[in-house]
């Protein structure tokens, strides 16, 4: 039986000095692990420092290996070039990404592989997941930027799930990889990560994180830089709105809660209820619409574990809070404002009471896997 083909996509801006020995190395640990055909695809964009003579020498005796050239337009473009060239060239099943640097450990590229298996179409190689770590001397201001980068994808871009939304070092299937249609990718820089796992995220790519030691580089300097800081920012919330929208969905099923809320609030009034009971009632009608139509529609394609029964039990428990909030909200605007309308009194109550209501039933109710 044919073994399944790696390709290894390594971008390289001035790595001479670490380009041979990675290439030794990554082709050595993965010839002591049988299983794997493997190509790499080294991408370097005429680094002034001669790496590309470097990968030519090395070619020379190894057939394995090839090189595209460019010119430097960024990290992302690299990688997009790249994956391009992998797989028109040598039909790979797998793309595997790493630095070039020696921060991703070539010994760990079997695992990586490992660890890909029938229920995985993505394998990062993670440093905050429980093992994973990163070196004593990597500058406190990079920890703080790759912190701060995984926390924007997370909670900007919504990819909660995942640890290590930055990291470098990766093995996807091509399977996936075609669902996620990166081409279309308006990137140059850094954040081609986070929008390359976004991508696959959302066509529903399955994702394990093995942990990782990553390691400063010793040789050469990063190229990270103030641009590549600036596209990653705003790209997050591009990533945002280009998601599931599940906020929108959720203000949307707000809106019309709000004219359930108003609808039946008004309907009770006209019959001559009192106006906080009537008030609390409106609530709870508009409650229990929303959670239907945040269940089937705004939820709808999250995978979560939990099952109906706890669910609409937890809603139910946020829906108490809500109404509390809602109704306490009511109860002062009518007494701070007796001569005020209560209709705008009803109405200004659904603010406070629709925000802990979002981020509860978000983070909490309908929390994913
Ligand atoms: N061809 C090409 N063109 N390669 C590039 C470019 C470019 O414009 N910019 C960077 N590279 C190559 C580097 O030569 C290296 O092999 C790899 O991409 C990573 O670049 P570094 O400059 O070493 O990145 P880092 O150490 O600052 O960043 C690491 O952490 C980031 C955030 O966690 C890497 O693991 C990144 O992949 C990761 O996103
Ligand atoms: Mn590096």
């Not at 029964?309 to 009518?334: D, E, P, Q, W």
Request: proline content about 3%; hydrophobic content about 45%.
């Amino acid at each position: 039986m044919a073994l399944p083909r790696a390709c290894f996509v390594i971008p390289t801006y001035n790595e001479a000095d670490n380009i041979t020995l990675l290439l030794t190395q990554v082709l050595e640990s993965m010839d002591t692990h049988a299983g794997w055909e493997v190509t790499v695809l080294v991408v370097d964009d005429d680094s002034p420092d001669g790496t590309g003579a470097r990968v030519r020498t090395f070619m020379a005796t190894e057939p394995r290996v090839h090189l595209l050239t460019g010119s430097k337009r960024g990290l992302g473009d690299a990688y997009l070039r790249g994956f391009e060239r992998a797989l028109s060239e040598f039909d790979p099943d797998v793309l595997v990404q790493m630095d070039a640097d020696f921060s991703h450990a070539p010994a760990d590229c079997p695992r990586l592989l490992d660890a890909l298996d029938d229920k995985t179409d993505l394998v990062i190689g993670s440093r905050y997941v429980s093992g994973g770590r990163i070196d004593a001397d990597w500058h406190v201001l990079r920890r703080w930027l790759s912190r701060g980068g995984n926390f924007l994808a997370r909670y900007v871009a919504r990819l909660y799930s995942v640890r290590d939304c930055t990291a470098g070092f990766k093995a996807t299937r091509v399977t996936a990889l075609n669902e996620a249609k990166p081409q279309r990718f308006r990137i140059q820089g850094y954040v081609f990560q986070v929008a390359l796992l976004h991508s696959l995220v959302v066509a529903g790519a399955r994702v394990t994180e093995i942990p990782i030691c990553f390691h400063e580089r010793s040789r050469g300097a990063t190229k990270l830089g103030v641009k590549d800081l600036l596209e990653f920012s705003i790209h997050v919330w591009w990533l945002r709105l280009q998601g599931r929208n599940t906020f929108s969905k959720f203000m949307l099923t707000g809106l019309s809660g709000v004219f359930v809320n108003l609808g039946t609030f008004a309907a009770l009034l006209s019959v001559g209820m009192h106006q906080y009971l009537a008030s609390a009632c409106a609530v709870e009608l508009s409650i229990i619409s929303n959670f239907l139509i945040n269940n089937y529609w705004t939820f709808g394609y999250r995978d979560i574990p939990t099952r109906k029964r706890i669910r609409g039990l937890k809603y139910n428990v946020v829906s108490l809070a809500t109404l509390a909030i809602s109704l306490a909200t009511f109860v002062s605007l009518s007494v701070v404002n007796s001569q005020g309308s209560p209709m705008l009194h009803q109405l200004l109550s659904v603010l406070p009471a629709g925000l802990v209501n979002y981020f509860a039933n978000s983070y909490w109710t309908f929390r994913e896997r």
